[in-house]
Every structure is written in structure tokens, then in C-alpha cells.
């Protein structure tokens, strides 16, 4: 079975260009600008994994995971410098992944394929 991701981001750049390397890698990936999207397309179906960035609009990560009752495993997206991740993200338990930009393919591939597998993989 294919695992389905979904990418949500507000930089479109990121948001294709990390959906569509999941796509080439064999991921069937939906993407979304915004939280009401993403739970627009949450509702709709549960997916494998969600990569979300830290600040998607209108209250980041945590506001899109607060409105859900029951979260896919989730990767939080941060940026190096601009947009760090703070420390207290990693304590979130229902975050069981982080990538920080600039990330590489392995990587990304890496946190995604393990989320995929089920929730907080290796704990």
C-alpha cells in the first residue's frame, strides 16, 4: 500500500517542492496552504503522515493538531535561523518527527518513511 502524506505549508516552494519528491519516491501526497485545508482534507481521510511547518497560518502547528482529534504522526517542519524550532517542540508527544531547513533527501525521506510506519517510531 502506498502511504499517503500530507504537506502542510504556507511557502508554496517548499510545499510543492517537498511533496513532489515524496511523490517521485513512490508517497501519494496531498498538499495544503493553511490549517483549514489541511483539516478540510483530514476529514476527508486519515493519512500515513503529515509534515506541517512550525508557523502555518492562522496558528501554527499546534493550533492544526489541537484541532484534531486524532493527529497522524507528525513532522514538524522548521527553518534554520528565521523559523528555528524551539526546544519544547520536541517534548510535544504528538510530534514524533522535526526536520530543520535546509534538510537533505535522505533525511526527509528517513523521518517520513518511519512516520509513516505508525506513530512515534523508534520510542
Not at 502506498?2 to 505549508?9: G, N, Q, R, S, Y
Not at 493553511?34 to 493519512?47: K, Q
Not at 503522515?49 to 497560518?57: E, I, K, Q
Request: charged share 15%; aromatic share 4%; glycine share 12%.
Amino acid at each position: 500500500m502506498t502511504p499517503e502524506i500530507l504537506v502542510a505549508h504556507s511557502n508554496g516552494a517548499v510545499r510543492d517542492g517537498v511533496g513532489g519528491m515524496l511523490h517521485r519516491r513512490g508517497h501519494a501526497v496531498e498538499v495544503a496552504y493553511n490549517a483549514p485545508t489541511a483539516m478540510a482534507i483530514l476529514a476527508a481521510r486519515r493519512v500515513d503522515a503529515l509534515l506541517v511547518t512550525l508557523h502555518l497560518p492562522p496558528k501554527g502547528y499546534q493550533g492544526l493538531l489541537d484541532a484534531i482529534a486524532d493527529p497522524p504522526p507528525t513532522i514538524v517542519i522548521g527553518e534554520q535561523g528565521r523559523q528555528q524550532v524551539p526546544p519544547w517542540v520536541g517534548g510535544d508527544e504528538r510530534v514524533c518527527g522535526i526536520l530543520v531547513r535546509p534538510f537533505s533527501l535522505q533525511d526527509l525521506f528517513e523521518v517520513v518513511e518511519a512516520a509513516s510506519q505508525g506513530p512515534n517510531p523508534g520510542a
